[in-house]
Structure formats: C-alpha cells, structure tokens
C-alpha cells in the first residue's frame, strides 16, 4: 500500500484537476446558454428566406435557376465539397473525431473533394488526410458570427457559380440529446422536393414576381445559404459545448469516486500506521517493564 505520504499528494492532485473539470463544465453551460438564444434569434430570417424560395418554387415548375437543381438532368460538373464543421480544441469526448470518420465514409476520396473547414481541429486533421485545402478558409468555430458566416457563403457560392463545385455539403454535429453522430446536410444545389413542406398544398395563386424569378433568387437564395449556414454553425457550437459539457460531468465524477477510494486508502494506512505506533510503544512499555523487574 502506497504510503500517508503519497495518497494525500495524489488526492491532492485530484483535487485541482476536479476543479478545472468542474469549472469547464460551468463555462460551457453558460456558453451553451446564449448559444441558444442567438440560434432562436437567427432563425426567422432563415425561415422567412426558405418561404420566400419555397413560394418561386411551387408556382413555377419549369424554372431554371443555376442555385436550382433538377433530379432529371445529368450532374453539374465540378468537384463535391464539404464544410467540415470540428472545434477548435479537444476536452468534447467523441466530437471532432465523429465528425472526421463521417467525412472519410462518404468521400474518401481527396483527388474529387473540395474542403472547406470551420475548426482548427477538421483543418489541421484533413490536411494530414490529404485533403485539398482553401489556404484563405481559415475559420474558427467559437461563437458564430454573421460576418465570418457571410465571407464563407460568399466564397463557396462564388466558386460553385464558376463551376468549380458540383454540389456543396456540410458536415456538423446536430444538436441531438439522443445522439451524438453527426449528420450531412446539403445546401446547394437546392431541389424543390426540400421545400415541399414550407409551401401550402391548396395554394392555387398565380403571383407575378417583380422584377423576375431568376433575380429574387439572385438575391434570396445568398441570403438564405447564409442564414443556413449561421444556423448550422451554431447548432454545432452547441453541440460542441454539450459534448464538453458531458466529458467534463464524467471527469469530475470520476474524479469523486477516485477520491472517495483515495480518501479510503489513506484512512486505512493512517490507521495501520497508527496500530502500529501503539503496538511499538506497547511492546518498548512492556520490554522496560520486563528489563526493571527484579
């Protein structure tokens, strides 16, 4: 058994390390708290573009639209690309590994893929992967904002209009107490079957789109992709700061229970220490006692 001594520098040591886990675990709560109210917050911009897109849709079937897919026709050309949403940093349990085993699943493949990464963790992983990297694609994943938002939309919109991106997907963690996988959502090209849900089955209405179709969804569909975007990242942030939250409940659990069982082992060599003290000083009482008699 390990001596008075070390235990109590061991329970020590799990003492401070107790409290770092306890004091991430409050941090990301409160994190966590106004992620959300900034995620509610975003939304109905992004509702309201995705009605407005879903309305041009539904009324006009046979509309071409580069931002518009069509299931008949051949594919667009270019490469696939994905926005790999990881975090900046580990202490998330599972999170940022998940999330590069589903990349390596769907598009093994780094001579047809574009990458684009939100995350130092996804950034430094894929290159070692061999993924081609956008060098100017250099976003953290701490609190989302509508800026850097926007200048990713901007980039990855631009590139697809050239025909350099046949379709684009995000990769990210949903926001999901049941389970923690991620999932792959795409946001180009957009197909009318995604909308169905957002327009009313009895709309019999023949509207007039001023100044045309194809200009409001030059302007729409940038501003929808955005939002889109912001609230994705954000639904990732979340999930990131929940994952956190939960590696850190078990550390600091697991860090009672070790002290508990330290707190026993030290309890238990005290105690044999103390035995045997009095079994010396018994022993020496009794010996003088023995050496004094005549």
Not at 61 to 80: A, L
Not at 211 to 230: E, H, M, R
């Amino acid at each position: 058994m390990a001596g008075i001594n070390d235990l109590q520098n061991r329970m020590k040591s799990v003492r401070d390390t107790r409290k770092i886990t306890n004091a991430m675990y409050l941090i990301s709560s409160a994190k966590m708290r106004k992620a959300r109210r900034e995620m509610e917050a975003s939304r109905p911009h992004y509702n309201a573009s995705q009605a407005v897109i879903g309305d041009v849709l539904a009324h006009l079937p046979d509309i071409t639209h580069p931002f518009v897919g069509d299931t008949m026709t051949e594919p667009r050309p270019g490469k696939k690309a994905y926005i790999l949403v990881t975090g900046d940093k580990g202490l998330a349990g599972a999170y940022n590994h998940n999330v590069l085993k589903l990349l390596e699943s769907i598009d093994p493949d780094p001579e047809k893929t574009v990458l684009f990464t939100v995350g130092e963790v996804g950034r430094s992983s894929a290159g070692r992967l061999g993924y081609p990297l956008d060098p100017a694609m250099h976003y953290p994943s701490q609190e989302p904002d509508i800026t850097r938002v926007r200048d990713l939309s901007a980039r990855v919109i631009i590139r697809y209009l050239k025909g350099e991106l046949s379709e684009i997907h995000v990769l990210y963690t949903a926001l999901n107490k049941m389970s923690t996988d991620p999932v792959s959502r795409r946001i180009l090209p957009l197909y009318r079957a995604d909308f169905a849900p957002f327009t009313a089955p009895d709309d019999n209405r023949s509207p007039v789109y001023i100044p045309s179709p194809q200009s409001i969804l030059d302007t729409v569909v940038p501003n929808y992709i955005t939002g889109f975007l912001l609230d994705l990242l954000t639904e990732a942030y979340c999930a990131e700061l929940d994952a956190r939250m939960i590696a850190m409940k078990s550390a600091t659990d697991n860090a009672d229970a070790m002290l508990d069982q330290l707190s026993l082992e030290c309890n238990r060599a005290r105690q044999e220490a103390i035995t045997q003290e009095i079994t010396e000083i018994s022993s020496g009482a009794r010996a003088q006692t023995n050496h004094s008699a005549p």
